[in-house]
Nanobody, 124 residues
Framework: QVQLVESGGGLVQAGGSLRLSCAASGRTFTGYTMSWFRQAPGKEREFVGA????????YYADFVKGRCSISRDNAKNTVYLQMNSLKPEDTAVYYCAARLGLFEGGRMNAYDYWGQGTQVTVSS
């Protein structure tokens, strides 16, 4: 059974940084695309970035390019989202998701597994 468990969220001041973690278990994730999404209050869930587990190729939404980076640690079966220069509009619940296959542009319905989310709050 696949489990994705996010951690690392919290309260940070604008301009600060956070590193979110997604611990994955239940199978070997070679061949999977691991993504981060976020959902702010009253808004739809949106794609943030993704990483191909096998190749390490990364993909980012335009609004985080230059501020975020995604990486993975094969030994720990963990994917990371490093976020820098945080803004109040980055406040959201951040979710980790996994799909078997190539990156497909960040469509939510392409993902098979989801974590429970971790809250990120950026104060001004």
């Amino acid at each position: 059974q696949v489990q994705l468990v996010e951690s690392g969220g919290g309260l940070v001041q604008a301009g600060g940084s956070l590193r979110l973690s997604c611990a994955a278990s239940g199978r070997t994730f070679t061949g999977y695309t691991m993504s981060w999404f976020r959902q702010a209050p009253g808004k739809e869930r949106e794609f943030v970035g993704a990483i191909r587990w096998s190749s390490g190729s990364t993909y980012y939404a335009d609004f985080v390019k230059g501020r975020c980076s995604i990486s993975r640690d094969n030994a720990k079966n963990t994917v990371y989202l490093q976020m820098n220069s945080l803004k109040p509009e980055d406040t959201a619940v951040y979710y980790c998701a996994a799909r078997l296959g190539l990156f497909e542009g960040g469509r939510m319905n392409a993902y098979d597994y989801w974590g429970q989310g971790t809250q990120v709050t950026v104060s001004s």
